[in-house]
């Protein structure tokens, strides 16, 4: 049966749109059909990311009867499928973002996966890809400002009748001033799914316009990002030794 998992935050800069993309890829790897839908038709982000910020049809052409959605996607060189939505601004307000439920019952027929990467905050965009998913990913960082947020989501998914899979923290450098994560899991009573450490290799993977479990796949922060893919998909994963990320490197 496949499922709808929609990514989200209580505020932006998170590493949400990374969190979506990557779990997407690491869900490829594994043989899974995915596909990744930039659901946050405000900011965008997910085309950019990937190197089709703007293309022929996008999630907006469909969401305003222009369209099919089976037109507004595009495979990535990485073998990764994608539904970018447009940068333009013009037709924000016509746009209904309800129709992100019905757009969802169509893709659960094209993938194993679907991924709907949500827009930041709590506002009526956010809220509909919440509304449309089988189940909810919280990601967050590991500071007080971030986390307070998520309970905030939290308690929203809860009042929408979602349920939540858990929760992704990202950005983890193991500085004292970060909130423990021990603390986080007490205070949104969630499961931690992932803890992903910050990587330089973030802003590479960014320039080369592809996921970072592609253009640096023995990383610490991809390896994260595959085991939370292989909890995701049910199936058997041990992670490579540190000799064996070594050689991978060399």
């Known amino acids: 049966m496949s499922k709808l998992i929609t990514i989200i935050s209580g505020k932006g ?23 990744v839908v930039d659901a946050n038709l405000t900011t965008p982000n997910v085309g950019l990311h990937l190197g089709a910020p703007i293309v022929p049809v996008n999630l907006n052409h469909v969401l305003l009867g222009k369209a099919r ?3 507004a996607v595009y495979e990535h060189d990485s073998g990764t499928k994608i539904i970018p939505s447009s940068l333009s601004v013009k037709e924000l307000r016509r746009l209904n973002h309800k129709k992100l439920r019905d757009v969802g019952r169509t893709l659960r027929r094209l993938a194993d996966f679907v991924i709907y990467d949500s827009a930041a905050g709590l506002g ?5 890809s919440m509304e449309a998913a089988d189940e909810l990913i919280i990601v967050t960082n590991p500071e007080i ?6 309970l905030k989501t939290a308690k929203l998914a809860e009042e929408l009748g979602k349920h939540v899979l858990g929760v992704v923290v990202t950005r983890v450098r193991g500085s004292r001033t970060e909130m423990p994560l021990g603390n986080i899991q007490e205070m949104l009573d969630l499961p931690i799914l992932a803890v992903i450490p910050e ?20 990383s610490k922060a991809a390896l994260a990002y595959k085991k939370l893919a292989a909890k ?8 490579p030794s540190l000799f064996a990320r070594m050689f991978a490197r060399a």
């Open 69 to 71: 959605i089976a037109d």
């Open 199 to 218: 990587d330089k290799n973030m802003q590479y993977a960014l320039a080369q316009k592809d996921a970072l479990f592609h253009v640096r796949p023995s």
């Open 232 to 239: 995701i998909a049910g199936v058997n994963y041990n992670e």
């Open 13 to 35: 800069g998170v590493g949400k749109t990374t969190t979506a993309i990557n779990l997407g890829a690491a869900l490829n790897s594994f043989g899974k059909e995915v596909i």
């Open 145 to 150: 400002p971030a986390v307070t947020d998520a």
């Open 124 to 128: 009526e965009e956010a809220v509909s």
